[in-house]
């Protein structure tokens, strides 16, 4: 009897032996999976940063720069055009605006506020469970 009941936890304790190193590893999956997902939000954050401060700078001087052209395009130009000075510079405002704009597009799409490879891990870990 004593061989016997030997013999049969052997199994029970390679099983739980093997359980308790799969969870340790899924441990471990999980931590490692978090602490390059924390790495790559740093980096996101310094980017979203630098995407606000040159948003913010775009839009001050265009402030700046509208109302300083366009007053002295309309003192220089009333007398020649009249009010086709201020729709003029209106058009050219518009365009600066609208190259800020893609700019800041161009940014967005070079994928500067993504996580490519903590989303890569992911789908490898998905992709291997599944």
Known sequence: ???????????????????????????????????????????????????ILVAAAGVIAACFALAFWTGLLVFLSWDALGWKILLIVAAGFTAIAVGILLYLRSMLKQGMLSMPATLAELRNDRDALL
Do not use: Q
């Open 1 to 51: 009897m004593d061989n016997k009941s030997s013999g049969a936890s052997a199994p029970t304790s390679g099983l739980m032996i093997g359980l308790a190193g799969m969870a340790r590893n899924f441990f471990a999956l999980m931590v490692n999976r978090i602490e390059l997902a924390s790495i790559e939000m740093a980096e996101v954050r310094a980017n979203l940063f630098k995407l």
